[in-house]
């Protein structure tokens, strides 16, 4: 089969696409026929060499797929059938024309959604639910700031704010990424780069002056003041990127402390493959059927550019200038 392939860490143009045997199914998997995969910032860490994927995981980049059921592991009695449409969580091997996925991990796939619309959902939606509700707690009521608003799990976690009867407030690096997070729901925006959000936070980001109940946040070290300060008493700071840094420099314990704040971090790709099939029960029970759904509580994933596969150096390099607004997304030839 063919997949994507890199031979030392370094920029792109080290990508390239190598013959590689393909997978079998072990018992209780099944091997998927991928027709499209998505583009995450783990794939561009672990292509510089910065983020090894997990033991016993595919060394092929790609955290997530959709694509055709094609075989089916010995002894496997579940409901797939060859030739089932589906989307997966993985933990890597994605980017390719074959992966091998536990078959509890599977979803279907909802009613009208094209392929390269499911290959989107997957890892953003299941990390924004993650850190949502398993994680973050979120309430009705609630007021939640969500950094880097305009990516995958941004637009993903606005959609899923609102769902719950919470208000979602974002930060983006441009007016036409904050133009759409409040398309599609987001109460208020904040251009990180031409306003320090922390400054405004009363007028902008507090809900009755009392600061924000829930925090997503993706950037870590150059955050955590503005973070904390827009924090309200009890609020909840939840840290599942480093994008900003892994160092903070400061008083912040003493002033999380006098917030009374909680500090969570969370990981989603590293997880046991039991926490993935609770998370992923949960999400195919609870949200999952809002994808099909007329009406105003109606989910979409959102794509901004679609490469074949063999386009892989400018995907990430297109990934590489943060100009996407959603999901960056790879077909595989069929």
């Known amino acids: 089969m ?61 955290l997530e797929a959709s694509g ?45 959604l094209t392929m390269c619309q499911a290959a989107a959902i ?15 707690n979120v309430q009705a009521g609630d007021s939640v700031l969500i950094h880097a608003g305009a990516s995958g799990v941004g637009t993903a976690a606005i959609q899923l704010v609102r769902m719950v009867g919470a208000t979602p407030l974002v930060t983006a690096s441009s007016q036409q990424k904050l133009q759409i997070a409040e398309k599609l729901g987001a109460a208020a925006g904040f251009n990180y780069k031409e306003e320090d959000f922390s400054e405004h936070h009363k007028s902008v980001f507090h809900v009755k002056g009392a600061g924000v109940n829930l925090i997503l946040d993706c950037i870590g070290g ?16 939840v840290l599942y990127g480093l994008l900003g840094g892994a160092d903070a420099n400061g008083p912040l314990f003493s002033k999380l402390f006098f917030k009374k704040g909680s500090l969570i971090t969370s990981l989603l790709r590293s997880r046991d493959k039991k926490y993935k099939q609770m998370l992923v029960k949960a999400f195919t029970e609870q949200i999952l059927p809002h994808f099909s759904t007329e009406g105003p509580q109606r989910l979409l ?9 063999a386009e892989i150096q400018e995907a990430h390099e297109y990934m590489e200038t943060n100009k996407n607004v959603g999901k960056i997304v790879l077909e595989l030839p069929q």
């Open 68 to 112: 055709h059921v094609a075989e089916l592991g010995a002894g496997y009695q579940g409901p797939w059938k060859v030739g089932d449409p589906a989307m997966v969580l993985l933990s890597g091997g994605g980017q390719a024309q074959y992966v091998t996925v536990p078959a509890e991990l599977l979803m279907p796939i909802p009613a009208g």
């Open 122 to 136: 997957p890892e953003a939606w299941l990390t924004a639910f993650q850190l949502l509700h398993l994680v973050g």
């Open 2 to 62: 063919i997949a994507v392939h890199f031979d030392k860490p370094g920029g792109p143009e080290n990508l390239y696409l190598k013959e590689v045997a393909k997978p079998s199914p072990g018992e209780g998997e099944v091997l998927l026929k991928v027709a499209a995969s998505a583009l995450n910032r783990a794939d561009l860490l672990q292509r510089q060499g910065q983020y090894a994927p997990p033991p016993g995981a595919s060394n092929i980049l790609g």
């Open 301 to 309: 994933p959102v794509l901004d550019r679609v490469y074949p596969v």
């Open 222 to 237: 150059s955050y955590w003041e503005k973070n904390v300060n827009c924090l309200a008493l009890d609020g909840r700071w």
